[in-house]
């Protein structure tokens, strides 16, 4: 039995693969990592799952103020509201901390270019052009006529050239984050 006081302490390894050789860790203003493809992705599954209780009481609310008897009876306003929603909620957390809960969780973080916290105007706008992963593709199903899978199919590619257009980003940002002048940065250890 060997005495483990004796022996150096070896540093813990990074469980994030943007430490991984083959993925070069880009450094971040205030001296953060940018945080993996991977990481994101999941962090926005788990973030979708937790607002689909925000939004069933936000629909809840509306439905139950308006006396809405029908799913088609004030349509476009429950749209229009269900977004405001959405928006205040990110805009609130991205403001408050730059972490939502399920950024929390994937140990990422917003913030603006220079590596500050994210003011309420570039949130916004922040929020607004994320509808790219899906509006452009949204349109083109619309103008092309497509249902069925061949939306499906359309949508999903869409997203998935969207999501890799990080990749050949010199600072390995998602499209939106460089429009808006913000970041993701990971905050593992930290």
């Known amino acids: 039995?060997?005495?483990?006081?004796?022996?150096?302490?070896?540093?813990?390894?990074?469980?994030?693969?943007?430490?991984?050789?083959?993925?070069?860790?880009?450094?971040?203003?205030?001296?953060?990592?940018?945080?993996?493809?991977?990481?994101?992705?999941?962090?926005?599954?788990?973030?979708?799952?937790?607002?689909?209780?925000?939004?069933?009481?936000?629909?809840?609310?509306?439905?139950?103020?308006?006396?809405?008897?029908?799913?088609?009876?004030?349509?476009?306003?429950?749209?229009?509201?269900?977004?405001?929603v959405l928006g205040a909620y990110f805009v609130w957390f991205w403001t408050h901390g730059g972490q939502t809960l399920a950024m929390k969780t994937w140990k990422i973080r917003l913030?603006?270019?220079?590596?500050?916290?994210?003011?309420?105007?570039?949130?916004?706008?922040?929020?607004?052009l994320a509808w790219l992963w899906v509006l452009p593709a949204m349109a083109l199903d619309w103008a092309l006529g497509l249902t069925g899978w061949n939306s499906v199919a359309l949508l999903a590619s869409w997203v998935v050239l969207w999501a890799l257009a990080m990749r050949v980003m010199p600072d390995h940002q998602f499209v939106h984050d460089r429009l808006a002048g913000t970041r993701l940065v990971s905050v593992l250890g930290k």
């Open 111 to 128: 913030v603006d270019a220079q590596g500050q916290p994210v003011r309420a105007g570039r949130a916004v706008l922040r929020y607004a």
């Open 1 to 84: 039995m060997t005495d483990s006081a004796a022996q150096p302490a070896t540093p813990p390894r990074s469980t994030d693969s943007a430490a991984s050789p083959r993925t070069p860790c880009v450094a971040e203003p205030g001296g953060y990592a940018v945080p993996t493809l991977r990481r994101r992705l999941l962090s926005m599954v788990y973030e979708s799952l937790l607002l689909f209780g925000v939004l069933f009481l936000a629909g809840y609310l509306f439905s139950a103020l308006t006396q809405q008897r029908s799913g088609l009876m004030y349509r476009h306003a429950m749209q229009t509201w269900l977004f405001l």
